[in-house]
């Protein structure tokens, strides 16, 4: 069963940084693109950064543009998202998910609780 | 990247059926034709519905339906149910590996 598990979340002063991971079971890892996906208390989904499979290829929202690093391990199944000058509008529930060759998103991790707070 | 225009609410009866729609720009959507839905329920991770415009997933019920006109895609669930009522939302490729998300519609059953 493919399945992905997020952690590193928790609460946090603004300005200060957080590093999520996410670890993947059930699937070739390394065959895939992988990205974050967050959504505020209440709020829609937002996409927030991806990966291709060997790393070559990275991309960001606006909104975390060069302040939020995506990386990950092949070789232990790994993908995280370094957090740097965190913001009170980064409070979100952050998933990791795997993007399949049709672009779409499948599975979701549970997700892990980033709060921005003083 | 803004996000793509979707009802805040939709409602209907059991038995009945209820379409969702997903408005964006020739560059949210771009000449592609992958176009995704979630649904959420209250306290669950996004569950993929429909990817590719139309395609059903495995174990995703032949109630849910996909289509897409111009710069609006639609998600049809037929037959509802009560195990229905949930947010729904969609997704676009934007082109450049960058995706935008819908803002989101709660469909009540009412």
């Known amino acids: 069963e493919v399945q992905l598990v997020e952690s590193g979340g928790g609460l946090v002063q603004p300005g200060r940084s957080l590093r999520l991971s996410c670890a993947a079971w059930g699937f070739t890892f390394n065959d895939y693109a992988m990205h974050w996906v967050r959504q505020a208390p209440g709020k829609g989904l937002e996409w927030v950064s991806g990966i291709s499979w060997d790393s070559s290829d990275i991309i960001y929202a606006d909104s975390v543009k060069g302040r939020f690093t995506i990386s990950r391990d092949n070789a232990n199944s790994f993908l995280y998202l370094q957090m740097n000058s965190l913001r009170v509008e980064d409070t979100a529930l952050y998933y990791c998910t795997k993007r399949n060759s049709g672009r779409h998103f499948d599975p979701w991790g549970q997700g892990t609780l980033v709060t921005v707070s003083s | 990247q803004s996000a793509l225009t979707q009802p805040p609410s939709a409602s209907g009866s059991p038995g009945q059926s209820v379409t969702i729609s997903c408005s964006g720009t020739s560059s949210d959507f771009g000449a592609y034709n992958y176009v995704s839905w979630y649904q959420q329920h209250p306290g669950n991770a996004p569950k993929l519905m429909i990817y590719?415009?139309?395609k059903r997933p495995s174990g995703v019920p032949d109630r849910f339906s996909g289509s897409k006109s111009g710069n609006t895609a639609s998600l049809t669930v037929s037959g509802l149910q009560a195990e229905d009522e949930a947010d729904y939302y969609c997704n676009s490729y934007a082109g450049g590996n960058s995706y935008v998300f819908g803002t989101g519609t709660r469909v009540t059953v009412l």
């Open positions: 590719e415009v139309k």
